[in-house]
Structures are given as structure tokens and as C-alpha cells.
């Protein structure tokens, strides 16, 4: 290969999501040669859980998957990510690609599509994540506690705070969308699961326990805040 053909950072990542096995091989093989790091997942359940896991750089979304409409998995990565969306799908109707860029995807390729097409727009997308991220603030301080969202720490008068994986993904959901209402369906969905939808109580029980651990005064939030009947909010 050329090294052109590469992306020249070994180190992105790229989820690609495909409920067909030739693709989803065709694709490893593709990429993994010009130096991505590749993941994949065969339906939307498994990509959402990947995603969270992997945190790819990259997401490649087929729209016909066997469990979840490619939408709905779109709707549930931008809940809480930024990543740029390559959407892969055999409808090539333009209500469809409106529908999917309006849903938060950042591109539209039509199956069948030509391998150099899509690496170029591959490549595309990589940098405009990277630009992205060349803003973005991975420490965020507050005048009570201070969140290295890089390192998933959280720091409260110079000491360590222990938080649950949970209380992480529910803190960390909020502070990447900090100044942003974050709806409690979204907040369940990304941080629960999609059959969580509805559990509320469990977003007041979790929201409780991380004022306790990081509001100077839990009874009056000053950082961690309540939009009622809406969601929450991370104020700096």
C-alpha cells in the first residue's frame, strides 16, 4: 500500500456496523491494512454497547440492521459522542439520507459502493474528528470538583473521588454536553440501555449520590442540575 492510502495515526479507531459478514470482513481487511484499528458489530445492541466500550474515532453505520433501525442507533451514538457517522446503506431514496443527516450522521454512501470511495471518505471524516477534538476540553474544572474526562477522574479538593462505572457514565454524559439540557430518556438510554428507558427513579437515586460526592452543599446543586419534568444539566 501506499502511504497515502494511509491514515498515517495507527490509532484510530473504526467501529464498523454491518449485519452482513462479507462487508463487515471486506472492511476489516481494508482498513486494518492502511492502519486502522478495526471493530465491528453485526447489529445495533452490540454497536451502541462497543461504542461505549471501544470509544471509536470513526463509526461506519449500516441502516438496515436485523434489531434496531440504523436511525435509532445513530439517535442513541449522538447522545453522547461526536464522533463523525459514516452512514452505509443500500436505500438510496433522499428522504432516507436527509432523514440520516438530520439525525447527526456526517456522510451518506450508497450500497454498492467502490472501496477507494468510502477510504476517501474514510479519511475525510477522520480529519474533521480530529479537529473536533483539537477543541474540545478534556479537563473540565469546576470551583467544587474537577473531571479529567481523558482519564475518567474526578478530583474534589485535591483528592481522588470514587465513583461506580455508572455514576462515571451518567457524570460523564452531562459534562460532555456541559451547559446543554441532557433529556432523561437520552441520559437512560446511553448510560442503562435502551430497555431503560423509562426508569426515571433511577436517574434521581444516581443524580443524589454524585451531589453528595461532589456539590459542596448536595441540598443546593450549584454544578449538577435538575431541569424539572425535562433533564439535567452540567453548569461549570
Given at each position: 500500500?501506499?502511504e497515502?492510502?494511509?491514515?498515517a495515526?495507527?490509532?484510530?479507531?473504526?467501529?464498523?456496523?454491518?449485519?452482513?459478514?462479507?462487508?463487515?470482513?471486506?472492511?476489516?481487511?481494508?482498513?486494518?491494512?492502511?492502519?486502522?484499528?478495526?471493530?465491528?458489530?453485526?447489529?445495533?445492541?452490540?454497536?451502541?454497547?462497543?461504542?461505549?466500550?471501544?470509544q471509536?474515532?470513526?463509526?461506519?453505520?449500516d441502516?438496515g440492521?436485523?434489531?434496531?433501525?440504523?436511525?435509532?442507533?445513530?439517535?442513541?451514538?449522538?447522545?453522547?459522542?461526536?464522533?463523525?457517522?459514516?452512514?452505509?446503506?443500500?436505500?438510496?431514496?433522499?428522504?432516507?439520507?436527509?432523514e440520516?443527516?438530520?439525525?447527526?450522521?456526517?456522510?451518506?454512501?450508497?450500497?454498492?459502493?467502490?472501496m477507494?470511495?468510502?477510504?476517501?471518505?474514510?479519511?475525510a471524516a477522520?480529519?474533521?474528528?480530529?479537529t473536533?477534538?483539537?477543541g474540545?476540553?478534556?479537563?473540565?474544572?469546576?470551583?467544587?470538583?474537577?473531571?479529567?474526562?481523558?482519564?475518567?477522574?474526578?478530583?474534589?479538593?485535591g483528592?481522588?473521588?470514587?465513583?461506580?462505572?455508572?455514576?462515571?457514565?451518567?457524570?460523564?454524559?452531562?459534562?460532555?454536553?456541559?451547559?446543554?439540557?441532557?433529556?432523561?430518556?437520552?441520559?437512560?438510554?446511553?448510560?442503562?440501555?435502551?430497555a431503560?428507558?423509562?426508569?426515571?427513579h433511577?436517574?434521581?437515586?444516581?443524580?443524589?449520590?454524585?451531589?453528595?460526592?461532589?456539590?459542596?452543599d448536595?441540598?443546593?446543586?450549584?454544578h449538577?442540575?435538575?431541569?424539572?419534568?425535562m433533564?439535567?444539566?452540567?453548569?461549570?
Amino acid at each position: 500500500m501506499s502511504e497515502k492510502d494511509t491514515t498515517a495515526h495507527p490509532t484510530v479507531t473504526v467501529l464498523v456496523v454491518d449485519d452482513e459478514p462479507q462487508i463487515l470482513r471486506a472492511l476489516r481487511i481494508n482498513l486494518s491494512v492502511r492502519g486502522y484499528q478495526v471493530v465491528t458489530a453485526a447489529d445495533g445492541a452490540a454497536a451502541l454497547r462497543i461504542a461505549a466500550e471501544k470509544q471509536p474515532d470513526v463509526v461506519i453505520l449500516d441502516l438496515g440492521l436485523p434489531d434496531l433501525d440504523g436511525i435509532e442507533v445513530l439517535a442513541g451514538l449522538r447522545g453522547w459522542t461526536s464522533a463523525p457517522v459514516i452512514v452505509l446503506s443500500a436505500r438510496t431514496d433522499s428522504a432516507d439520507k436527509v432523514e440520516a443527516l438530520d439525525a447527526g450522521a456526517d456522510d451518506y454512501v450508497t450500497k454498492p459502493f467502490g472501496m477507494d470511495e468510502l477510504l476517501a471518505r474514510l479519511r475525510a471524516a477522520v480529519r474533521r474528528g480530529a479537529t473536533a477534538a483539537d477543541g474540545a476540553t478534556p479537563v473540565v474544572v469546576t470551583d467544587s470538583f474537577t473531571v479529567d474526562l481523558a482519564a475518567k477522574k474526578v478530583t474534589k479538593n485535591g483528592a481522588a473521588v470514587h465513583l461506580t462505572p455508572t455514576e462515571w457514565g451518567m457524570l460523564e454524559m452531562l459534562v460532555r454536553h456541559r451547559g446543554k439540557l441532557v433529556g432523561r430518556k437520552e441520559l437512560l438510554r446511553e448510560v442503562w440501555g435502551p430497555a431503560y428507558a423509562t426508569e426515571t427513579h433511577y436517574l434521581r437515586i444516581y443524580l443524589a449520590q454524585l451531589r453528595r460526592k461532589l456539590e459542596d452543599d448536595p441540598a443546593h446543586p450549584r454544578h449538577l442540575l435538575t431541569e424539572a419534568g425535562m433533564g439535567y444539566r452540567f453548569q461549570e
